[in-house]
């Protein structure tokens, strides 16, 4: 085993009755690296990080933290730092004594030390003016900060997160998004993050573990994720996507595909293909489809002529539905595009797609 790799997760099962919620899991983290389990509710992403911890027994495979297999030693012993959604602070404790517990109860660091490594601590997470104060006097993403510290005073290897942000409001959470992302980063130390929120796991990872029905559906950096997903599952969980179900595809020139969907129109492809799977769609995130102004020469790979449905201001966008005009076909696909707030959404009679924006996704994994 590399002396790089802080986690692997080697052929991991747990099941509940008769059926595998979790699993076959394989996996492998580096050491400083910022990863997010991100999937809908009951992908397995939250059970996965229970079987990190210790707090669900493993059916098979095995847990590995630094090179050693931890799969049957309970969470006391496993050395790694838990953050929960609820935070779990002691309210008659104030602050620096909450962050002090996990060293008094080890007992393994003079009390001088000690108390010097809950100042550092509490520094770095910005709250040695605030070491006094109980967590009832505290904001949640104050408690939030009290509650990384307790984990972090440890020096664990590894820091498992379940959803922490989850009790904030919106700006508190992308205030403390980013404060989190900078801490891992002075830290170095290995972070493993649950949520639900794509915006937050893709502004914040170094690479995405994107779950469905147990199992992992793509690890990947938050760009190919996003620009070259696996999957349909994975194209239609992550952001906004058009997926266009199709007949078939051919090999085009320039090592390009040429998709013809269902309704006939026929599609250019270059960007991000996959071809995985007995069903093929075309995957095109709103933003690529582009308004396609008539004085553009006519020779210009696909382009379509729409009709504009309906549309939305978003205050930095227009969100606009458009229909593709019909073909010999009756089936009229539908695409979500995107406007710049200063262009008019009535204008537009024509699109473009680049084929580096369309990939071309199998069924779900």
């Known amino acids: ?172 959470r992308v205030q403390m998004r980013d404060e989190l992302r900078s801490l891992q980063r002075r830290l170095g130390t290995t972070f493993i993050y649950v949520t639900h929120d794509q915006t937050e796991a893709l502004a914040m990872s170094d690479r995405v573990v994107v779950l469905s029905q147990g199992k992992i559906a793509q690890v990947g950096t938050p760009r190919e994720i996003y620009q070259a997903p696996a999957n349909r599952f994975v194209a239609d969980f992550i952001g906004a996507a058009n997926l266009l179900k199709t007949d078939g595809i051919e090999p085009a020139p320039n090592g390009d595909v ?34 396609f102004k008539s004085e553009t020469s006519e020779r210009a790979q696909n382009v379509f002529s729409v009709t504009v449905l309906s549309s939305t201001f978003c205050g930095d966008k227009f969100e606009v539905w458009v229909e593709l005009d019909s073909t010999e076909k009756q089936s009229k696909p539908r695409l979500l595009m995107h406007l710049p707030p200063d262009q008019r959404p009535e204008h537009v009679t024509a699109v473009r797609i680049d084929p580096a924006d369309a990939a071309i996704v199998g069924e779900e994994a």
Not at 267 to 280: F, I, Q
């Open 1 to 172: 085993m590399s002396r790089n790799i802080a986690l692997e997760l080697k052929s991991v099962v747990r099941n509940y009755g008769k059926g595998a919620v979790v699993g076959p899991i394989d996996l492998t983290v580096n050491k400083g690296e910022f990863i997010s389990l991100l999937g809908p509710s009951g992908c397995g992403k939250t059970t996965m990080l229970r079987c990190i911890a210790g707090f669900e027994s493993v059916d098979s495979g095995s847990v590995l933290v630094d090179g050693i297999d931890i799969t049957k030693k309970p969470p006391h012993r496993r050395n790694i730092g838990l953050v929960f959604q609820s935070y779990a602070l002691f309210p008659h404790l104030t602050a620096r004594e909450n962050v002090r517990f996990g060293l008094k109860m080890k007992n393994e660091m003079p009390k001088a030390e000690a108390d010097g490594r809950v100042r550092e601590v509490l520094k770095m997470v910005g709250l040695e003016h605030l070491a006094d104060r109980y967590p009832g006097q505290l904001s949640g993403g104050q408690q939030q900060r009290v509650a990384i510290a307790r984990s972090v005073v440890l020096n664990p290897p590894l820091l498992l997160l379940d959803e922490p942000l989850s009790n904030l409001d919106f700006k508190l």
């Open 258 to 291: 040429r998709a013809t969907l269902e309704s006939g129109h026929q599609l250019l492809c270059a960007g991000g293909v996959r071809t995985e799977g007995e069903h093929r769609w075309v995957a095109v995130r709103p933003e690529s489809v582009r308004a």
